[in-house]
């Protein structure tokens, strides 16, 4: 008789979580990779006990995002919509435009774009910490170096 007990799938619940901090150095790493390397430890892709229905995924921290880097003629050719949500107020910028404003927002929209629409999404989305120099606000929290 085979023990039915060792095939049962355990799902990750609050009890069974295991959140940790991960840092990212975003120098000279391109943008994509970047993001999809984030988005993934932050849904929890990467642990054993991934449970699509839970936040299960680590705390991430990107550091240098100011010294991201976009392969080929992206900076210039690549446009990003908004709109402001008035009628005729779609506005669209170059990643170089955007960059200059504000150099975490590029890494913050291609994660976020990475995540999945909905309240979970936009749960594991707060567990994202985007610094544009080496300085950030965590050492207590001790992460770990993760390479890319």
């Known amino acids: 008789m085979v023990n039915t007990l060792s095939y049962k ?3 990750a619940n609050r009890a069974t979580l295991n959140k940790e901090w991960v ?7 391109i943008l994509g990779r970047l993001a999809s390397e984030a988005a993934k430890l ?4 990467h642990k054993t006990n991934y449970t699509p229905h839970m936040d299960c995924g680590d705390h991430v921290i990107i550091i240098n995002s100011q010294h991201i880097k976009l392969s080929g003629n992206k900076w210039v050719a690549r446009e990003h919509y908004r ?3 008035y009628p005729g107020g779609q506005r669209r910028e170059t990643p170089v435009a955007i960059h200059e404003k504000n150099p975490i927002k590029l ?3 291609s994660v976020k774009g990475m995540l999945p629409k909905t309240k979970l999404g ?8 985007v610094y544009p120099g080496h300085e950030h606000n965590h050492e207590a929290q ?4 993760f390479k890319i």
């Open 23 to 29: 840092i990212i150095d975003a120098k000279d790493s």
């Open 142 to 145: 001790q992460p770990r170096e």
């Open 122 to 129: 936009r749960a594991i989305y707060k567990n994202l910490y």
């Open 42 to 45: 932050l849904r929890g892709k």
């Open 107 to 109: 890494v913050e929209q």
């Open 9 to 11: 799938t355990k799902s």
């Open 83 to 85: 709109h402001t949500g």
